[in-house]
């Protein structure tokens, strides 16, 4: 009975991880840009006794899980500081307590010091980069290689100055997998160099690609499982003391 309680109770330990991940897509379906979660499937490892492999299986995960690259909606809103990626591809950015890595996140904003920064107050990084500053303006350019150009406050009718290029790289951008802080960075080795292949869409905002309907229908699917290996556990119970009810000697 030992070995049916264990297996049920390592099934439970799976579903409890695939819940958390599920959770995780769930708290952030209305973030611009953001990439589903994956399972990490991992692998099946033996329990070794005496040298020996056992009966015993355990799920082992094999290294970070990976994350949907399907590109979410596109919205148009109309706002100049609102920048899409039409198809593939990753704006560069600069976490505050974090080495540079990927995003698809393109709600951005200027800080009180003139630094582009999308909503979770990353820096944006520029073809060198380094942080793109916009100084005062009247309006705002960005065009498709994310060349990012002003009307200056008062400047002459007509001028027009470039400030900066939001720094892009378009596949093949391979290998890659969320950090402990949730952005996107190669697995092994540094970030790829920006290539400016990536189409960028001024006014235009994405949104995450998690399905809300094919997450709750998983979960549904989840507390199914889970609340089969409870009744698993109780049933290996049942027929332990039965088991043990048969060989007790007669009173």
């Known amino acids: 009975m030992d070995r049916m309680i264990h297996t049920a109770l390592n099934a439970l330990a799976v579903r409890r991880d695939a819940k958390t991940t599920q959770a995780q897509n769930l708290a952030n379906m209305n973030v611009p840009g953001f990439r589903r979660d994956l399972e990490n499937d991992g692998g099946t490892m033996f329990l070794e006794q005496m040298r020996a492999a056992s009966s015993r299986a355990f799920r082992m995960e094999t290294g970070p899980a990976g994350f949907s690259a399907k590109a979410g909606f596109l919205n148009p809103t109309g706002e100049d500081l609102d920048v899409a990626i039409a198809d593939q591809g990753y704006f560069f950015i600069r976490p505050e307590n974090g080495d540079p890595a990927l995003s698809r996140r393109g709600d951005l904003r200027i800080d009180a010091d003139g630094v582009l920064r999308n909503g979770a107050g990353d820096v944006m ?49 391979t290998d890659l997998a969320k950090g402990l802080d949730g952005h996107i960075r190669p697995k092994d080795g540094p970030l790829p160099a920006p290539d400016q292949q990536a189409r960028v869409l001024q006014g235009t905002l994405e949104g995450s690609n998690v399905n809300p309907v094919e997450e709750l229908i998983a979960s549904i699917d989840l507390q199914r499982s889970f609340e089969l290996g409870v009744r698993m556990i109780s049933t290996a119970r049942e027929i332990d003391e039965a088991g043990a009810s048969l060989m007790r000697a007669p009173e």
């Open 125 to 173: 990084l520029g073809i060198d980069q380094e942080q793109i500053v916009v100084p005062a303006h009247r309006s705002v350019t960005i065009n498709e290689l994310g060349e990012i150009r002003i009307a200056p406050q008062g400047g002459e009718p007509g001028e027009v100055v470039l400030v900066g290029t939001l720094a892009t790289a378009a596949p093949p951008v």
